[in-house]
């Protein structure tokens, strides 16, 4: 996905199907796109909750997300790992938010973050020219 910055944002994405249950689950590299991630770390300790909703700021295992449900039953997941990549989850039907961070609590996050370590983005742009 091209950016603003002339820099790209690479990912994959996968659609798991279990009887009725779906969950779709993209894992990005957020490296040229810190926003991004910085908007899920700055809901850490946010919690709201209504009959028609529930959104909460959490860490995952060392890792900032958000979770949110709302009815009749998906719940979505984003979380930043290593710093770096954005796992995004999608899963419904749920009958609650737990179903969201048991998913998100069998992601192996360790081995995802192993893929790259957490770097500065490369300069873009007429300053990166030699």
Avoid: C
């Amino acid at each position: 996905m091209p950016l603003p910055n002339n820099g790209e944002m690479t990912g994959v994405r996968r659609k798991y199907l279990r009887g009725e249950q779906s969950l779709e689950l993209e894992l990005t590299d957020a490296l040229q796109a810190p926003a991004v991630a910085q908007v899920i770390k700055s809901q850490q300790g946010t919690a709201r909750k209504t009959d028609k909703s529930d959104f909460r700021g959490v860490d995952l295992g060392g890792h900032p997300a958000i979770v949110q449900w709302t009815p009749p039953g998906t719940a979505i997941v984003n979380m930043v790992v290593g710093g770096r990549f954005l796992a995004n989850f999608k899963i419904s039907p749920v009958d609650s938010i737990e179903a969201a961070l048991a998913a998100a609590g069998s992601l192996p996050v360790a081995e995802i973050a192993k893929l790259a370590p957490p770097a500065a983005a490369p300069a873009t742009g007429p300053a990166a020219e030699p």
